[in-house]
């Protein structure tokens, strides 16, 4: 079981960064891949980044491949999504997840936090 608690969203300007964290219980941390989904008004639920297990894979969607940044720290149970070069199309609320390694489809979630780019 693990529970996710995100955290350092907010209202930027276009251009401007802000680097997201999600805080992770439990004893087992490093087995899970962590990822980052965001979901805008009235769109559906998107994927934006993940990292792997070992943290020496990640993925990203298109749209913010070469901005942002997924990374882990084992020691400190969290996972971080530093966002550079935001732009209004980017405002969503961001969740984090988690899968344990091995099982298909992300099935841990957190609450999310707001990011708000104004132009």
């Known amino acids: 079981q693990v529970q996710l608690v995100e955290s350092g969203g907010g209202l930027v300007q276009a251009g401007d960064s802000l680097r997201l964290s999600c805080a992770a219980s439990g004893r087992t941390f490093s087995s899970y891949v962590m990822g980052w989904f965001r979901q805008a008004p009235g769109k559906e639920r998107e994927f934006v980044a993940s990292?792997?297990?070992?943290?020496?894979?990640?993925n990203y969607a298109d749209s913010v491949k070469g901005r942002f940044t997924i990374s882990r720290d084992d020691i400190e149970n969290t996972v971080y999504l530093q966002m550079n070069s935001l732009k209004p199309e980017d405002t969503a609320v961001y969740y984090c997840?988690?899968?344990?390694?091995?099982?298909?489809?992300?099935?841990?979630w957190g609450q999310g936090t707001q990011v708000t780019v104004s132009s």
């Open positions: 990292i792997s297990w070992s943290g020496g894979s990640t």
């Open positions: 997840a988690a899968r344990y390694r091995g099982i298909v489809g992300f099935n841990y």
